[in-house]
């Protein structure tokens, strides 16, 4: 199979929204009329991101979703992305599989394939994906105002949890495992939450690389500090409902570790004022997203950790850092 | 150096047009009214589409200007793009040079970095370009109709008459490889031209896997067929031009087979219909880019050659592809 029938066969289908698609030297996109375009690119490198055992339908759901999630974070409503692809070798079957699990994603959040490129080279996946906000409306990071709370959507930390069994570092009972790899290998982007807290976040990003990490950006684009309560931290790790007889491997200190510094989570981490938060519990019930309040954004610099009875904790929870 | 310290120092500037620039989850553009935004993505992998020793400077150059020649494909003007880097490790006399290749291009044409991704890897860089063009007026694949002039501009063959010495498979007087290889590793985007052939080119793309490979995807997506003659084909490839003496050590049937099927050159390939010549003359003029006349599209499908007498010229040349 060459190059153009593999583009042919797996990545062209027609366009309802765009302009033009996948098959000319360009794509054409038309935003409609007060509207922004949102644009996040994401790169996926084998061994690094995933396994090369990957199943490969789980690969093309994540490659999409840990953009959509981008697009998420600022508020953007999802319209296309482009796909640019490198593959040792043109393995059908593998391409079935991602290319299914890819446009499976993509047809849920009605975001079109316009375009890309395919190449011979090792494993990497490479989406830019495009979303429409109307002008102004964007979250962004800089925001957070001292007195917001902080919120975080659905489960944090989970992914680490499965990516520490994976290799090997600890052991999880097998309902557990399979739980926690699905978060690890199919994160949900919250893009309906996203659009959901347009006007009422005052600041958002999502969580990639560790909760705690991820939040100093957006104290230090706000110019602010927070205090962060580790009470309801603990709660965000779905693995700590699980039965403590059957977890006897990990301690609360693990989950923790998890939980603020773990890493492929793709939840919305953001902040909004106290007056909204009526309408904050609405757009997370409208998007069928739980949200936690974990603290609030404070004037003070830098970021504090707090027990259920307002104590300091200790800690050095550090961020992933590709190049440290 | 760290992943944000590598994106800051090197990768990140204030934005002039864009409305949001790195920094966030998403960059935010904001094309002008009645404008449509072209959108291409390339990836370049190391060995595959440049040696591992390679300038990184020209390389910095290259990636963008890959994707230029797409956005000039299509008579689209560079608004913005986005970097998506995997790197062995932070070398930074690597990132410098890259980085300024890059930039000095981008700064050429007024095409701002607004995101993109960092990430570990083997080498591998993905760039994904946006334009605007007036909507309807891009320079598609599919307008070629029979009686058309069929253009080339600049030079073609020589980035694969450099390739080929590169490789050892021949050799080339040394100031003949300095003047290819600059070819190969400092390909010129047809931006200005592009922008000038709106309205006048009937169908247009780039060539960048070998010129008659590419006419192909004209052909196909514009019904026709053509009639190319190999006395004009034969003047693309500026090593033509070099003093025969020199050159005992490659025979005209190579250069006609890099012109035809060499790749990488980055030229506008375009159609236009007759009553457009001197239009197209004056665009070419306009924009400081030669183009050469080298056949007419015709109404019988199927691509030929012929000689300066009008004879059939019998040709196998195979286009680049990936996964042949």
């Not at 301690?251 to 923790?256: A, N, R, S």
Request: proline share 5%; aromatic share 6%; net charge negative.
């Amino acid at each position: 199979m060459g190059e153009f029938d593999l583009i042919a066969r797996y990545f062209t289908r027609p366009v309802r929204h765009a302009a033009l698609g996948v098959g000319d030297d360009c794509a054409l996109l038309a935003p409609r009329p007060g509207m922004q375009l949102a644009i996040s690119s994401d790169m996926l490198v084998e061994g690094r991101h995933f396994f090369a055992d990957v199943d490969p339908e789980a690969l093309g759901h994540k490659a999409l979703a840990v953009n959509l999630s981008d697009l998420a974070a600022c508020g953007a409503r999802p319209l296309a992305f482009t796909l640019a692809l490198a593959l040792p070798r043109a393995d059908e079957a593998w391409l079935a599989g991602f290319s299914k699990g890819l446009l499976s994603l993509a047809d849920a959040h009605g975001c079109e394939l316009v375009g890309g490129d395919t190449t011979q080279g090792p494993l990497n996946i490479c989406i830019t994906v495009f979303g429409e906000v109307p002008a102004g409306q964007a979250l962004l990071r800089s925001g957070a105002r001292a007195g917001d709370d902080i919120y975080v959507s659905g489960t944090v930390g989970d992914a680490r949890l499965a990516l520490e069994a994976l290799l090997g570092h600890i052991h999880l009972p097998g309902e557990l495992l399979a739980q926690a790899r699905q978060r690890l290998e199919r994160p949900t982007p919250r893009v309906a939450l996203g659009l959901a807290l347009r006007g009422l976040a005052s600041s958002a990003m999502d969580v990639s690389d560790g909760l705690l990490g991820d939040f100093g950006h957006i104290l230090k684009a706000s110019g602010v500090g927070a205090c962060i309560r580790t009470d309801e931290t603990i709660k965000l790790i779905a693995a700590g409902a699980y039965p403590s007889s059957a977890t006897g491997q990990f301690d609360q200190k693990l989950l923790q570790q998890c939980t603020l510094a773990g890493g492929d989570d793709y939840e919305l981490l953001f902040t909004a004022p106290p007056q909204h938060r009526a309408a904050v519990a609405a757009a997370a019930a409208q998007s069928q997203t739980a949200v936690t309040c974990i603290g609030q954004v404070q004037a003070e610099p830098g970021l504090r950790l707090v027990d259920a009875q307002g104590q300091p904790v200790e800690h050095r929870f550090a961020s992933f850092d590709h190049f440290a």
